[in-house]
């Protein structure tokens, strides 16, 4: 089964870094197994919307903002629609890059001690560099499947030694409850998992790695199973940190200090490697991003190796170490970025929505009615999250 996972893997890797991670974290400290439900919720709604994506990647051999160039006639709408892609994806990925090799830096004092913490940001960044400069997509997908079965392994085994209540587990599931002041955290679990850079990630990789539609089954299972392996690394998270007692825990380390009196050094280690994998995971993966998004918007038709290529990620990774090893907290740079990719989303939502339906795009493999009435709802559920990401930044939530 491994053998026949591909880009999947890399979205599932995507959307679990630190900000998922701490996310479910406090979830889980906050409000016990309740919010479980919510969580399975943004797996289903990732699943369906990566699905499309997926599908539309293979039909089309396109990216998904070439395929936004080619639909939209209109000038002026196309070139906003563009201008707003490259605005939440380039700069936001850039200004979150440094969090994602904050949370492996976190992964690796937790292993190795802060003796040495503060080379770690530039290690990470090499290795980063590395992987990409010298990988294929082909070498990449390996290491990715490597580093998410470790993650899942660490957090799920972390779940396991806490020896939930399966019964109140269930329940939180499959029952949905809002507990008071639980709302934020329902739309923070949900705005961290349904991700708009993974779409045009997904769309890019796919036709990287199929070129036949007979491929499709294979992408949807793909899609499926990598889903559904990132859905139970949030989940595992979540229930780890249920069983701890202390509402002083920001992070995952912070939940390995704190279940470390009951179970050992081994949540420790279990939870440093999860949080190093989940790191290092969503800081190669923002940048690939990035230059694959730019690579559309541009028109460039640049591969993998390209220099037109590699220059974009370059710049998103070099940014993200330099802000991350000299403390610098380029806010405003953050406020927009959070601001773009709340108008992103539902404008994406839609946009997929509408020409996964289009027969001159899709042909016999568009939508169904079903997926058409799931997806109607993820649009509602991804305008109230724009809404609520934009209200935030602007101070009025």
């Given at each position: 089964?491994?053998?026949?996972?591909?880009?999947?893997?890399?979205?599932?890797?995507?959307?679990?870094?630190?900000?998922?991670?701490?996310?479910?974290?406090?979830?889980?400290?906050?409000?016990?197994?309740?919010?479980?439900?919510?969580?399975?919720?943004?797996?289903?709604?990732?699943?369906?919307?990566?699905?499309?994506?997926?599908?539309?990647?293979?039909?089309?051999?396109?990216?998904?903002?070439?395929?936004?160039?080619?639909?939209?006639?209109?000038?002026?709408?196309?070139?906003?629609?563009?201008?707003?892609?490259?605005?939440?994806?380039?700069?936001?990925?850039?200004?979150?890059?440094?969090?994602?090799?904050?949370?492996?830096?976190?992964?690796?004092?937790?292993?190795?001690?802060?003796?040495?913490?503060?080379?770690?940001?530039?290690?990470?960044?090499?290795?980063?560099?590395?992987?990409?400069?010298?990988?294929?997509?082909?070498?990449?997908?390996?290491?990715?499947?490597?580093?998410?079965?470790?993650?899942?392994?660490?957090?799920?085994?972390?779940?396991?030694?806490?020896?939930?209540?399966?019964?109140?587990?269930?329940?939180?599931?499959?029952?949905?409850?809002?507990?008071?002041?639980?709302?934020?955290?329902?739309?923070?679990?949900?705005?961290?998992?349904?991700?708009?850079?993974?779409?045009?990630?997904?769309?890019?990789?796919?036709?990287?790695?199929?070129?036949?539609?007979?491929?499709?089954?294979?992408?949807?299972?793909?899609?499926?199973?990598?889903?559904?392996?990132?859905?139970?690394?949030?989940?595992?998270?979540?229930?780890?940190?249920?069983?701890?007692?202390?509402?002083?825990?920001?992070?995952?380390?912070?939940?390995?200090?704190?279940?470390?009196?009951?179970?050992?050094?081994?949540?420790?280690?279990?939870?440093?490697?999860?949080?190093?994998?989940?790191?290092?995971?969503?800081?190669?993966?923002?940048?690939?991003?990035?230059?694959?998004?730019?690579?559309?918007?541009?028109?460039?038709?640049?591969?993998?190796?390209?220099?037109?290529?590699?220059?974009?990620?370059?710049?998103?990774?070099?940014?993200?170490?330099?802000?991350?090893?000299?403390?610098?907290?380029?806010i405003e740079i953050i406020k927009f970025a959070q601001i773009?990719?709340?108008?992103?989303?539902?404008?994406?939502?839609?946009?997929?929505?509408?020409?996964?339906?289009?027969?001159?795009?899709?042909?016999?493999?568009?939508?169904?009615?079903?997926?058409?009435?799931?997806?109607?709802?993820?649009?509602?559920?991804?305008?109230?999250?724009?809404?609520?990401?934009?209200?935030?930044?602007?101070?009025?939530?």
């Amino acid at each position: 089964m491994f053998k026949k996972l591909g880009p999947g893997v890399l979205v599932a890797a995507a959307f679990i870094g630190p900000g998922t991670v701490t996310a479910c974290t406090l979830a889980g400290v906050d409000f016990g197994f309740s919010l479980l439900w919510a969580m399975l919720l943004s797996i289903i709604a990732t699943y369906i919307l990566q699905e499309m994506s997926a599908r539309l990647g293979i039909v089309t051999q396109k990216g998904l903002a070439d395929v936004i160039k080619q639909e939209l006639h209109n000038p002026w709408i196309r070139n906003s629609v563009i201008a707003l892609i490259f605005s939440a994806i380039i700069i936001g990925n850039a200004s979150y890059e440094a969090g994602n090799i904050g949370g492996a830096t976190l992964g690796m004092e937790a292993l190795f001690g802060l003796e040495y913490s503060s080379m770690y940001p530039f290690i990470l960044g090499g290795l980063a560099f590395l992987l990409l400069y010298l990988g294929s997509y082909k070498a990449l997908e390996k290491v990715f499947i490597v580093l998410v079965l470790i993650m899942s392994l660490s957090f799920v085994m972390t779940a396991i030694l806490t020896k939930p209540d399966m019964w109140a587990l269930i329940k939180g599931l499959f029952i949905p409850t809002i507990p008071e002041d639980g709302i934020l955290t329902i739309i923070a679990l949900v705005g961290t998992t349904v991700v708009p850079y993974n779409l045009f990630l997904h769309a890019a990789l796919v036709s990287e790695k199929w070129k036949s539609k007979d491929d499709l089954k294979l992408a949807k299972r793909d899609t499926l199973v990598s889903i559904i392996l990132g859905g139970l690394v949030s989940i595992s998270i979540i229930i780890s940190a249920a069983a701890i007692n202390s509402s002083e825990v920001n992070n995952v380390i912070d939940m390995a200090k704190a279940l470390e009196p009951l179970y050992g050094s081994a949540a420790l280690y279990f939870l440093g490697i999860g949080m190093f994998a989940a790191g290092i995971t969503s800081a190669i993966t923002a940048p690939l991003a990035a230059a694959y998004v730019a690579n559309s918007c541009f028109g460039w038709n640049a591969g993998f190796k390209d220099s037109k290529f590699r220059m974009i990620w370059m710049i998103i990774l070099a940014l993200g170490v330099f802000f991350l090893s000299f403390g610098i907290k380029p806010i405003e740079i953050i406020k927009f970025a959070q601001i773009t990719n709340g108008l992103l989303l539902p404008i994406i939502a839609v946009f997929l929505l509408w020409v996964v339906n289009r027969t001159g795009v899709m042909g016999k493999y568009k939508n169904n009615l079903m997926q058409n009435i799931f997806g109607a709802l993820i649009i509602i559920l991804s305008v109230l999250l724009g809404a609520k990401s934009i209200l935030t930044v602007l101070g009025v939530l």
